[in-house]
Structure formats: structure tokens, C-alpha cells
């Protein structure tokens, strides 16, 4: 594996040999190889929580951006849930002007380094480019999350980030329910029309699953937190440990402390479990309380955090989205012998990103696909011992498009694993809807918003995770500002 050093020299020297920019012709913007992301060596990262994909130097950021065509039909850009001008900003980097690229994609992102780190770009963005297309592999399309990472990093480690202007007091008090991505968007626009902002977050840190779900090693926390600060340099005020729903009813906001309006975000941090024999068992966690336990009370930082953890040998982790490479990777770092992850489909069904999936099976996450397993084991003392595990093969395709999996009978056999984490996927956090009754929601238990994103309380919103079910981090950003926008028109009088 190359360093980053060796990394960058490769770019300058190609660099070196390239005509200007804007002499650049398609086949020699196609002959460029897609840079490859630095990233810490394997065998040393599972031994610290350090970010493991270290970002482009400028020589990489520039000589990616010179792989971009600049087509005119922009099929990036349709792939991007909010729209951003991809080909405008990457045009940009190729030009050394950063700055302006940033600039470009705050217009319609207001989470770069988070978005660029985290979305599942080669189902969204990367998906439809042209350069993938023509090289026949996504994979190898033009870098478009990496470039954006760079210039959002690059922003604020030289300490030039503006926090956007405030308009003059409207005099209206506006409620925010989780800091998730979807209300931090939210909370940020609605400041931004000049309402007095307030963020409710039921834990003590803010930031929803930027927070507590995804971990260190994949993002960092000072990010999240300096686009926390970046809200409370704005004026939004931020009141921790305040459960809406427990500590005060929503509807008491308005009746008793003046608001005028809500926005929910609370997210889908409701863990679903298999629903098999041996799921109570004494080492069978649910990957929320796992990473939780990791990310938000420190469990990894053994030296400075006394967080209780469960020190476990052979972990098996069932599921095979992000939220599972989490797990997996995470039970490595806790110190764990052995990590199986077992997923009921194959590789190409596998809904995590492929970076997470490429990292996990570097760092020694053993795949046992179109595995399940239909019974936990306990010892006398009802501590795990092992699972029951049953084979598939894969049938017809089910309502998802996705071809489903069908057992084959009499193929069960038993593994020994001490540690059990469930991270088949999350549903809608219950509390607000359960103690609001006027709030409509789906058989799913997602609040039921309108066109405008309002729900069927008058002047609440809702968006993100709560709304969509669990989904991804752009998207729940995008339905914060969506939301913001119709109510800053409806608290305008426009509405
Ligand atoms: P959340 O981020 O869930 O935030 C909701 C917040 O509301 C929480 O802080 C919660 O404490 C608070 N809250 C809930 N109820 C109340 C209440 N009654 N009062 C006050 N506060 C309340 N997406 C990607 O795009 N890429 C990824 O790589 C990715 N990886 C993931 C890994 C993990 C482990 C998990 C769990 C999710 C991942 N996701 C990923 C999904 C993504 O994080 C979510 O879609 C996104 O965070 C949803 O944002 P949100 O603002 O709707 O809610
Ligand atoms: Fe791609 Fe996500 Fe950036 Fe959109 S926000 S361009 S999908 S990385
Ligand atoms: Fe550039 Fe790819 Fe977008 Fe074309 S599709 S403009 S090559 S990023």
C-alpha cells in the first residue's frame, strides 16, 4: 500500500507532464488514473480510532479534477440528492481556485466535509458520470466525494470559514427537535431569515448519528462539532440532555413557551432485532447501544474513559449495511480476536458503501454470505456461546428489486462466537409521535409530512430520518433546508 507521500509525488510528476488546463483534450483527461484515496495501513489502524482515509493532497485534488469532461448534460449532477453543481466546483479545483469551489458547494450543501466523507457516492453522484461510464466501472469515475472532502478540509483547517450572515430579527421563536443532520440544516437556514433559533437534543452531545452512530475512524468529531459552533456562533442556542415529548410536551412549546414553530428530526434511532430464539442472552447487542458505547461515552479511549464495555474475543455482526462495517470495525479496534459478519444476500446486494465494505475486508473482517442465523446459544450462566447459523442461495427478485434469499434445508451448522451485535437495520424514534397524538404517521411510524414538509400539526415540520425512515445523511440534510424554506415563507406571510 503506497503512502501518502508516495502518493502525491506520483501526482506532481504526472502534473509535471500535463498541458494547462484548458488545453487539456478528453483523451488525455480519460488516460489520467483515478487518484486512489490515502489511507492509514491496515495492520496499524486497528489499533487506534484515527481516521483511516486521510484525504487528497493538492497535487492528487488538482490532477482528479482534470479527469472531469465538463459535460454539457451534467449526469453527476441529477445523481446528487440536492443538486450540486459538480461539474461548476470540480472545473474550479482543476483551476486552483478552492476558495470558489467551496463557495459553489455551500449554495446548496451546508455539510461538505460531512457529505464528502459519508454519502454513498457511487450510488448517487459518481453513478451517473460519464467517465465511470465510458471506463465501465463506477468505481473509476471521477472522485466527486473526495474532491469535495478536500476543499471542505482545506476550508476549515486554514480557519476561513464564514458563518453564513444573519438577517434582522423577525421577532419569532422557532423550536428544533435532534441535531441531526436534517436539524442542523434546518436550524441554520431558519437562523439565517433571523428567527430566534432554539435545537432541543435528547443526548449530551449534538449531532444526531454524526455523533454517536458513525465512528471516529470514519468521522471525525471535531468536524461535527465545529459545525455545531459554527450554528452557535450564528445565535442558534442548543439545549442538551432536553427529551421533547419527556422534559416538556411539544405542544407545551407553543402553548407555554412562545414558539411558533417546530421542526422534528429525530430521527430512526429505534434498533429492529431479528426476532429469534437467544436474542436476550447476556453479549447480544443492538449496533446503536454498540457504537453508542464506542463513539459517544469514549469506550475505545481505555486510558481517559471508564465506559463499561463488553470485552469480547469472537464478535459476529449480522447485517451488511453501513451501519454493520461500523460494528465490525469497531468490534477490531475494541480489541475483538475474531470478526464474522453475516449477511443474508451476496456482495452485490450488499447496501453499505463500498469503501466501508473494502476497508472492513482489508482490516480482516472475515464476509460469511448468504448466512443467517435462526438461534442465538447461551451457556448456563445465558452468556453467549455461539449461533445457529442457516445457508441461502439466492431466488427471485423481491419487491426491492433486490433477488431474495431462500434457505436451503438442512444446511444449519453452529459457530462459536462470544459477542453478538444486530444491525439489521432502525426505525422511526417513537417518543414524539407517541406523545403527540395529533402527529399523523404511516404504519411505519413515520411522521406523514406534506409538499411543504409540514406534518399535521400546523406550523411543525419534520424531515430526515423520521420522515423517510433510515436514509442517508444528504438526503436528511436536503429535507432540513426543504422544510426551512416553506416555513420561513409561512412565518413571512407568505404561506
Ligand atoms: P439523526 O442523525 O438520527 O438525529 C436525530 C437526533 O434527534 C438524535 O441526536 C436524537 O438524540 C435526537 N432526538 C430524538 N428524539 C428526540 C426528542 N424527543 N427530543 C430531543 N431530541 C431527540 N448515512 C450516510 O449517508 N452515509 C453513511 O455512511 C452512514 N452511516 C451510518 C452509520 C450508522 C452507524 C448509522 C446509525 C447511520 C448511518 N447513516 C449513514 C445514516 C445517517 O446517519 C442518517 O440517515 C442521518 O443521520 C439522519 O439524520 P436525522 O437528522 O434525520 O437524524
Ligand atoms: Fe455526491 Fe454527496 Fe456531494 Fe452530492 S453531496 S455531490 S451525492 S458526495
Ligand atoms: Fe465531470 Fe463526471 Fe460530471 Fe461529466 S459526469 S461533468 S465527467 S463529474
Known sequence: METREELNA????????????????????????????????????IRNNHEVAIGYTEAQARLEALRCLQ?????????????????????????GKDSEAIGIIKQTSLLPSVCGRVCPQERQCMKGCTVGKINKDVGKAVAIGRLER??????????????????????????????????????CDARRAG???TIFEALQKSGGVLSYGIPEFRLPKDIVQKEVENLQSMGVTIRNDFIVGRSR?????????????????????????MGIEGENLIGVFSANE???????????????????????????????GNVAMDAARTALRLGAESVQL?????????????????HAKEEGVEFNLLRNPVRILGDENDIVRGMEVLCYELGEPDASGRRSPVAVKGSEYEVEVDCVVVAIGNSSNPLLPSTTPELKTNARGNILVDENHETSMRNVYAGGDIVLGAATVILAMGEGRAAA???NERLAGER
Open 342 to 358: 453475516f449477511y443474508r444476500r451476496t456482495m452485490g446486494e450488499m447496501p453499505a458503501r463500498a469503501e466501508e465494505i473494502e
Open 290 to 320: 454498540y457504537l453508542t458505547r464506542a463513539n459517544l461515552m469514549r469506550a475505545y479511549d481505555t486510558e481517559h474513559a471508564d465506559t463499561p464495555f463488553y470485552h469480547a474475543k469472537r464478535v459476529a455482526i449480522l447485517g451488511g
Open 150 to 187: 478536500f476543499v471542505a478540509d482545506k476550508e476549515r483547517e486554514t480557519g476561513s470559514v464564514v458563518p453564513p450572515a444573519v438577517a434582522a430579527p423577525t421577532g419569532k421563536k422557532v423550536a428544533v427537535i435532534g441535531s441531526g443532520p436534517a436539524s442542523l440544516a434546518f436550524a
Open 249 to 273: 410536551p411539544l405542544k407545551r412549546l407553543f402553548e407555554k413557551d412562545g414558539f411558533d414553530a417546530a421542526f422534528i428530526g429525530s430521527g430512526a434511532g429505534l434498533p429492529r432485532f
Open 71 to 95: 459535460c454539457p448534460t451534467k449526469p453527476c449532477v441529477a445523481g446528487c440528492p440536492v443538486g450540486i453543481d459538480i461539474p461548476a466546483f470540480i472545473h474550479a479545483i482543476a483551476e
Open 10 to 45: 506520483q501526482a506532481e510528476a504526472l502534473l509535471a507532464k500535463l498541458p494547462p488546463a484548458a488545453e487539456l483534450k478528453a483523451p488525455q483527461r480519460m488516460a489520467i488514473p483515478q487518484q486512489p484515496m490515502p489511507a492509514q495501513d491496515p495492520k496499524e489502524r
Open 485 to 487: 424554506k416553506a416555513m
Open 195 to 197: 428567527h430566534d433559533v
